[in-house]
């Protein structure tokens, strides 16, 4: 033992913003290795020790693996949903830029992340996982239809989009947004492109035009 060095401790105060830190690190690790490898061959030790905690430390924040992954998609996912949905509700610009910048931020936010994979995992895993799969449904695939609904009605009241199902542009929106999304991951020469906010920006262009008036 060195007494004119001796180690460095570690405060408390250390020790607790260590501990607040530990759920993000199990969420990124569990995303990490979902994508990676599969919900069903991702085993909790893995992503412990991913994470540098034990397994029991895992199930202090977590008490299964089918919680960990709603964790995944709520922290990846469904938080970033409600704050648009209060965003769309407080935004004072024109339908046509709110829901450019829509088609923008779901790319920044989840599209050109590693929580793209999500959707690729429950696309390959719905059928052995239905709960999830209905989970991921609920929290993150009808609240982000329902988002792009509301900003098409709000074009629509203020007379900058003509009358539509919205529902079916919903759908129109969001399905190259989610090919794209699927398409990082993918071999090639479907795999990533040079710069995919180039596309979605046509892809805008295309969809404003088709419903304005």
């Known amino acids: 033992m060195d ?7 570690v405060t408390p105060a250390k020790r ?6 530990r759920p993000g690190e199990l969420i990124e690790a569990a995303l990490a290795l979902f994508v990676e490898k599969g919900y069903a061959a991702t085993r909790v030790e893995e992503v412990a020790a991913h994470a540098g905690v034990s397994k029991g430390t895992l199930f ?3 008490p299964s693996k089918e919680e960990l992954f709603k964790a995944v998609v709520h922290e990846n996912a469904s938080r970033h949903l409600q704050d648009a949905f209060r965003e769309v509700a407080e935004y004072a610009g024109t339908s046509t830029e709110l829901l450019r ?4 931020r779901w790319w920044t936010q989840y599209g050109g992340t590693p929580a793209a994979g999500l959707t690729k995992l429950i696309m390959s895993e719905a059928a052995n996982f239905p709960d999830l799969a209905r989970y991921h449904q609920d929290e993150m695939v009808r609240p982000t239809y329902e988002l792009v609904g509301r900003i098409v009605q709000r074009g629509i009241e ?5 009358p539509v199902n919205l529902m079916l542009v919903a759908h129109l929106v969001m399905a190259p947004l989610v090919q794209l999304a699927i398409w990082r991951f993918a071999p090639a020469p479907y795999g990533p492109m040079d710069d995919p906010l180039q596309l979605l920006e046509l892809h805008a262009d295309m969809v404003v035009r088709g419903l304005k008036t």
């Open 158 to 162: 203020s007379r900058e989009f003509r």
């Open 101 to 104: 910048e829509f088609i923008r």
């Open 16 to 21: 607790a913003r260590r501990k607040q830190a």
């Open 60 to 62: 202090l924040y977590f």
């Open 3 to 9: 007494i004119l060095h001796p180690a460095p401790s």
